[in-house]
């Protein structure tokens, strides 16, 4: 495996990762900026307030996009299997 391979193949696992990640964490992001707003406005400090509605935003998000997930997840999985007869010459 020469460098150039190697670093393709970091980036593109990289990217995977991102990709993967950042539906739940868009929602999590977004329920967090709205729930702060929601206490700033009212001055409720509550801590469970804002962990709910995040816990079951990325869960409702992740049952949503799971097919997705999984089929990206098994088509770079493939890729990479395909290309393991590149990685060893």
């Given at each position: 495996m020469n460098a150039e391979f190697a670093v393709e193949?970091?980036?593109s696992l990289m990217f995977?990762?991102?990709l993967l990640a950042a539906p739940c964490?868009?929602?999590a992001?977004?329920?967090g900026l709205g729930i702060s707003l929601f206490q700033a406005v009212t001055t409720i400090s509550?801590?469970?307030?804002?962990?709910v509605p995040k816990a079951l935003?990325?869960?409702g998000v992740l049952i949503?996009?799971?097919?997705?997930?999984l089929r990206t997840l098994i088509e770079f999985t493939t890729a990479i299997i395909?290309?393991?007869p590149q990685m060893v010459q």
């Open positions: 193949l970091l980036k995977q990762s991102v964490l868009l929602a992001m977004i329920i509550e801590q469970t307030l804002s962990f935003g990325v869960l949503v996009v799971l097919p997705w997930m395909q290309k393991m």
